[in-house]
């Protein structure tokens, strides 16, 4: 071996040496900033509800897996349906790294379509991880007749909805609007539940909802006993227990591709946490790889099956892509959606 080659292979072992001490210099600066304190979650729902369970079995386990092994707890906001908590994340909590939140999973679409009242970049968070998705499934009642979403080239098939910013109204609405679909939908029922009981007596034909509570719908019998049947599936990632087509595949051309995918997205940042803008580098990457681990962690992975919560984890960076496109959305997509769904 040459002297040029021993120098090179020395310069190269100390590279690497210095890499390593920096690395361990920069995770004892992060125990040492959380060692003895307290990170807050902020909760953009009500106690008892989706975000409230899956918060607390975040809580309950991940500071373990943070340097410094700092305690966590929750803070409720709900309102606003969670843009108050993406305002106060984004603009008043600590940007220290002792503040994180589980906003509403449309959060980026809504910017996006210029939502009212929103005072945040969703694609300026950072984003630690999910916990799970959101994936939609449209389902319709099996006294309907319907079977697949190319009976809806056939026949009118009426959904019913909560409102024109939910998934329940948009699905359907681009159904009709955008791909040519002959759905029709209703509007104004005050809850999902108000809606199974007309569904049940035949006033609707169907509905969108999580695929997680459809699962847990009826005590899980109508899925199980085929009360209710899939014929849609909204979000980016394809659900292998659902064998039917994603809203996104039914497009026939590039644009109409991005609009759905626009309006997926809700589904596909589900139940992400996230920190305020500006937190130091060094502690957003502790935390990430602190929920990625919490996500292997035995002890939450049961305390999720108590919950009965389903888990699909994707991390931050996987989430902080899906937020950034979404927001990057051209305006003229953005026309052509508020079109698409009959927004002013």
Do not use: C
Request: proline share 5%; aromatic share 8%.
């Amino acid at each position: 071996m040459n002297s040029i080659t021993v120098g090179r292979a020395l310069h190269g072992a100390a590279l690497v040496a210095a890499l390593a001490m920096s690395a361990s210099a920069a995770a004892a600066g992060v125990a040492d900033f959380y060692k003895g304190k307290t990170i807050t979650a902020v909760v953009g729902g009500s106690v008892g509800g989706g975000y409230d369970l899956y918060t607390r079995a975040l809580t309950h386990n991940m500071g373990r897996h943070i340097p410094g092994n700092p305690s966590m707890i929750e803070q409720f906001m709900p309102g606003a349906g969670g843009t108050k908590a993406a305002n106060y994340l984004y603009n008043v909590a600590p940007k220290d790294g002792t503040a994180i939140g589980l906003i509403s999973n449309a959060a980026p679409m809504y910017q996006a379509l210029g939502g009212s009242g929103v005072k945040y970049d969703a694609a300026k968070f950072n984003w630690i991880g999910r916990m799970a998705s959101m994936q939609y499934a449209l389902m319709v009642w099996h006294a309907s007749g319907v079977r697949s979403i190319d009976d809806l080239k056939a026949r009118e098939v009426i959904f019913g909805s909560t409102g024109r910013s939910q998934g329940n109204y948009m699905v359907p609405i681009l159904l009709k609007n955008l791909l040519g679909l002959k759905a029709k939908v209703i509007i104004g029922y005050p809850g999902t539940k108000d809606i199974d009981l007309v569904m049940q007596k035949g006033e609707v034909d169907g509905r969108l909802g999580t695929w997680a509570s459809w699962l847990i719908a009826a005590g899980g019998e109508w899925v199980r006993d085929k009360k209710v049947i899939p014929i849609l599936q909204s979000g980016l990632e394809h659900m292998p227990d659902l064998n039917v087509p994603l809203l996104r595949d039914l497009a026939r051309n590039d644009d109409q591709r991005a609009i759905l995918e626009l309006v997926a997205s809700d589904a596909a940042v589900g139940r992400a946490f996230l920190l305020p803008p500006d937190v130091p580098a060094d502690r957003v990457e502790a935390m990430r790889r602190a929920f990625d681990a919490t996500m292997k962690d035995p002890a939450f992975l049961e305390e999720a099956k108590k919950f009965r919560l389903i888990i699909e984890p994707m991390t931050g960076e996987w989430v902080q892509q899906v937020a950034v496109k979404t927001v990057s959305t051209p305006p003229n997509l953005i026309a052509e959606t508020k079109k698409a769904l009959e927004w002013k």
